[in-house]
């Protein structure tokens, strides 16, 4: 079938590259978003504004990771149907995961609506940032049910091998939020950073329509929306809940980690230099997330790869696969990272105020950004099993690993370790050791459930017909 890519068959190196090249490149183009907004706020705004803004990314991130997290639990129904070449409930997976992203995306605006004025005011700690990231947030909120339309639908391509759709979309909305950043800051006196929240409202809407809009055009598809299609299947929703809750919460537990972390941070305000050390932490988490979106992406692409192959019952083909993609996603991320640090000076001084100390904030930002992202090399290990272990339908699992070692490490460290430590600014990199940290602890201990699996995987599919 036409607009497709099956995993089950053929060779895996190329196809897996053709398959998270344009994902990368849609990813780093979401990413445009906030750093555009970071970057429009911190110089055409203010430095406060920027570190308010700044602060509420891990919140937002937090978002943006349980809906693409449930997203990724309808494909990977869709991928294993689609392995097992049962076009009907493709279809009715395909559509069943279209209205769940509506029903999903308004539970999670009310939700984030209610709750989001206390979480701030509980992680921040500085209060000159409150009342700056609530107004932002408060306008972020509006663009959830466009951000779940989107998601789901884009995991729904995914999962059969489109990722050229959402990187032309991606794309184009991108640009239209870049210039209706500039538009709204330097157009509309005294709009700040709320005309940037607005420019990213406006371009999630525009990015949910069109995606939409091309499932409906594109009839010969197997991801087609058609009308007199649209059902919802009960079992589907349900078992996209199963895998997807989980993934949701696994996914999100780096923005819950990194929440925290950055509570801590916002607490050096007080020492010496500890303001610098709060710009240079906000600039780093803007800048990276484009070597992280390698590895969302490689994790993402492993879960459709070993979806696909499970319901194909090519558990041989699981296990070959993991080595090649991981061999190919640690070059890729490497690239990655060795441009990034490259270029550190000048792509720091795209968010930094002329007010800021520049060159101050700059010389703490660079060697954070070196220690924050060598360490990479690891935490690609552990998304891909993540990522290998969700398509075989294993999600509670890798979550109940992830919120120990992940997010209790990190929150065990910035709040009873690192207070230890924290004598002036430079205290910033002992707080980040507990990335390296997690990073190891999480792939030793998923490395052992994966051993434990295999033998619940082998017995799943012989009970299907695998071979």
């Excluded at 999962?159 to 050229?164: E, I, P, R, V």
């Excluded at 492993?302 to 070959?320: F, H, S």
């Excluded at 105020?353 to 290990?381: G, K, S």
Aim: include cysteine.
């Amino acid at each position: 079938m036409d607009g497709k890519k099956n995993f089950t068959e053929g060779p895996i190196f190329g196809p897996v590259l053709a398959f998270v090249l344009p994902m990368i490149a849609t990813h780093l183009l979401q990413m445009a978003y906030n750093i555009a907004d970071s970057s429009a706020v911190g110089r055409l705004v203010g430095s406060n504004e920027l570190a308010a803004v700044a602060a509420t990314n891990s919140l937002t991130h937090l978002i943006i990771n349980m809906l693409s997290g449930i997203g990724i639990g309808a494909g990977v129904l869709v991928a294993k149907y689609f392995g097992a070449k049962d076009m009907r409930r493709v279809t009715r997976s395909v559509h069943t995961a279209m209205i769940m992203s509506l029903i999903v995306g308004a539970v999670f605006f009310a939700i984030a609506t209610s709750i989001y004025a206390p979480l701030i005011e509980l992680y921040i700690k500085e209060p000159i940032y409150v009342p700056i990231a609530k107004r932002y947030m408060g306008i972020i909120c509006l663009g959830i049910p466009a951000l779940s339309v989107y998601n789901f639908a884009s995991a729904v391509l995914r999962s059969l091998g489109d990722t050229k759709t959402p990187l032309i979309i991606g794309a184009t909305t991108g640009i239209v939020n870049v210039a209706l950043n500039y538009t709204f800051i330097l157009g509309i006196e005294g709009i700040g950073e709320a005309g940037a929240a607005i420019a990213t409202v406006v371009a999630q809407y525009l990015s949910a329509i069109t995606v939409v809009i091309y499932m409906f055009v594109r009839q010969s598809k197997p991801y087609a929306l058609r009308i007199r299609s649209m059902c919802f299947d009960t079992g589907v929703a349900l078992g996209s809940l199963r895998l997807g809750i989980p993934a949701g919460i696994q996914s999100s537990c780096l923005a819950i980690s990194n929440i925290v972390l950055n509570s801590s941070v916002t607490a050096l305000s007080p020492l010496a230099n500890g303001q610098i050390a709060q710009y240079a932490n906000s600039i780093v988490h803007s800048i990276t997330g484009i070597s992280w979106s390698a590895v969302a992406c490689y994790s993402q692409a492993i879960t459709a790869y070993t979806g696909q192959n499970w319901g194909a019952g090519r558990l041989d083909r699981v296990k070959r696969g993991f080595g090649i993609i991981l061999g190919q996603g640690e070059l890729v991320l490497s690239g990655m990272v060795a441009l990034e640090l490259l270029t550190a000076p000048l792509l720091c001084r795209l968010f930094i105020n002329d007010r800021a100390p520049v060159e101050e904030t700059i010389a703490l930002a660079v060697p954070l950004l070196a220690f924050v992202m060598i360490p990479y090399v690891l935490a690609i290990v552990m998304d891909l099993l993540q990522g290998m272990l969700r398509g075989l339908g294993h999600s509670t699992g890798p979550m109940i690993i992830s919120l120990i070692t992940v997010v209790g490490v990190r929150i065990v460290w910035s709040q009873l370790i690192f207070p230890l430590f924290a004598e002036d600014y430079y205290s910033i990199f002992k707080l980040y050791l507990c990335y390296i940290i997690s990073y190891v602890l999480s792939i030793a201990v998923l490395g052992i459930y994966m051993a434990l699996c295999r033998r619940t995987v082998r017995e799943r599919l012989s009970a299907e017909g695998g071979k």
